[in-house]
């Protein structure tokens, strides 16, 4: 199966697909910018940010809530995840260290939790 690339945005790119290891890379940050319930076609999709709050911010909550959001693709091996919060900006990083196919990848995600 061909998929379409995103470009940084999220917008889609028609003059190119991707590779089987870039499609998992779009599929993690896809989970990872979806909220929790946002998408209607499947409510189970995505990243519960409730603890990426502010008010709410603690690291190893952050941390194990994209672990576990991350889990909903059997493609990938989370190895590890560092959340890097910017309370002005209402952002967080988040750093990942995976094993996709069992080939060691990282990537960060930029989350807009305001």
């Known amino acids: 199966m061909r998929d379409i690339r995103l470009d940084d945005t ?8 991707v590779t089987q290891s870039e499609e998992v890379m779009q599929s993690i940050r896809i989970i990872l ?16 940010r409730t603890d990426l709050m502010e008010k709410n ?12 959001a991350l889990g909903q693709d059997n493609r990938v091996e989370v190895i590890s995840v560092d959340v890097i919060p910017d309370f002005y900006r209402r952002t967080a990083t988040a ?18 939790v305001g």
């Open 57 to 68: 911010f603690d690291a190893r909550y952050a941390s194990q809530s994209i672990h576990d």
């Open 10 to 17: 999220g917008g889609l790119n028609f003059k190119s697909v």
């Open 33 to 48: 910018e979806t909220k929790l319930g946002e998408f209607i076609g499947d409510p189970e999709l995505g990243l519960d």
């Open 95 to 112: 750093q990942l260290a995976l094993a996709v196919d069992g080939e060691a990848k990282e990537t960060e995600v930029q989350l807009n």
